[in-house]
């Protein structure tokens, strides 16, 4: 037999010897799958922007890598920023998934060329997000406005914005809270006709190793998030920033009469903080609230 088919022989037989053990193993390679729980967080630099004083500020935000699982992480050892104080107001609870532009850290106007870093540790999995003034990583301040006709935008007021709400509740009690929302009615208020209801892909059982953990599916439309309404066409979203998993908030998708009703209950004592936001799209009015739960 010639030399070049008998090498050609050796490969094909090769290929098949090793074929499904390689396959097995892309398989279980954990970065093919979506994880319900047991992963890590990623912090990420979401860009910088000038304020009207000279100074800059830098946004951040995150991924969760986990599509179920909740993380509560405090401020510390395991979630700090530097270079200045630990906490500079970053969250220490994690949705599932990706977050943007959660916080911002205001550095001065003569800040250079330093670096300011989000860390946060999961287990023994630590990722930083590392922002400084890189001039491509430029981003507008207020992107909503960027989608809003000038003439409308030289008029347009910012809502206003009242959260009413109890100093403490009790774990698995009643709790509520109310929000008065007023605005001047511009931009007109934008149709949202909703969107897909999918499921996400699952895996593909076939022979060989299984996952390690978990049961990779994940659902679009379970997924813990903020809550939102829509009142009298502004939209207000309920973002929590801190406090142990298992606050579950409710609120009616479309409200009108300028005033909505948010229940809650909760799964764990501990202090919990909330931002609440009410936009018309180009302007946003917020109100962070504090809440004690024993």
Known sequence: ???????????????????????????????NFMFNSGQSVQPFFDGWARNPDGSFEFHFGYLNRNYVEELHIPV???????????????????????????????????????????Q??????????????QPEWEIDANPGAMRTDPSVLAV???????????????VGGAFAMTVNVSDDG???PRVFR???QGVLPTFERVPGPTLPINVPRAHTRNRHAP???????????????RGPVGARLQAERNVEGGVATVTGTFAHAG????????????????????????
């Open 1 to 31: 037999m010639p030399t070049h088919k008998r090498i050609m022989m050796m490969a094909l037989g090769l290929a098949v010897l090793l074929g499904p053990a390689a396959h097995a193993q892309a398989q279980a390679d954990a970065q």
């Open 186 to 188: 511009l931009p007109p």
């Open 194 to 196: 909703g969107g897909g």
């Open 156 to 170: 347009n007021d910012t809502p206003t914005l009242s959260v009413s709400a109890p100093a403490s509740a009790a």
């Open 76 to 118: 510390g050892a395991n979630n700090h920023i530097t270079p200045d104080a630990p906490d500079r107001g970053q969250p220490d609870y994690f949705y599932p998934r990706k977050r943007t532009r959660v916080f911002s850290v205001t550095v001065p106007a003569d800040w250079g060329d330093r670096e300011v870093v989000w």
């Open 271 to 294: 202090v919990y903080l909330f931002r609440v936001t009410a936009s018309d799209g180009p302007s946003s009015a917020t109100q962070n609230i504090s809440l004690t739960i024993r």
């Open 120 to 133: 946060v540790t999961v287990g023994e999995d630590t990722h930083r997000a590392v922002g400084w003034l």
């Open 227 to 241: 809550t939102r309404s829509e009142v009298d066409g502004i939209t207000v979203m309920l973002t929590q920033l």
